[in-house]
């Protein structure tokens, strides 16, 4: 069983800057691909960027594309979010997750272990 914690999330207002960081319980976290989601009051949880196991690859949703990077520190081991120029609309519940296999997975579904979210919240 792989607990993931996440951390970093607050309150910031329109156009700032946040750094999730997501730390599991393992010794290694480079046994696993990782990928963050999140879910907005009311609304279902949706994808927000990926890397696999490697580091090589990684993917983002079309809504964060040039504003958000996901990375990952080996010797920390450590996944981050690096979120710029946050819109009030980026406010949700931001989820970290692990998941076997060296790929940047989109789906929710191919992810085992699920943190239990840290709080994003952009004022205009």
């Known amino acids: 069983q792989v607990q993931l914690v996440e951390s970093g999330g607050g309150l910031v207002q329109t156009g700032g800057s946040l750094r999730l960081s997501c730390a599991p319980s393992?010794?290694?976290?480079?046994?696993?691909?990782a990928g963050w989601f999140r879910q907005a009051p009311g609304k279902e949880r949706d994808f927000v960027a990926a890397?696999?196991?490697?580091?090589?690859?990684?993917r983002a949703a079309e809504s964060v594309k040039g504003r958000f990077t996901i990375s990952r520190d080996y010797a920390k081991n450590t996944v981050y979010l690096e979120m710029n120029s946050l819109k009030p609309e980026d406010t949700a519940v931001y989820y970290c997750?692990?998941?076997?296999?060296?790929?940047?997975?989109?789906?929710?579904?191919?992810?085992?272990?699920w943190g239990q979210g840290t709080q994003v919240t952009v004022s205009s």
């Open positions: 393992v010794r290694s976290f480079s046994s696993y691909s």
């Open positions: 890397i696999d196991w490697s580091g090589s690859f990684t």
């Open positions: 997750a692990a998941a076997f296999g060296n790929a940047a997975y989109g789906s929710s579904s191919a992810y085992k272990y």
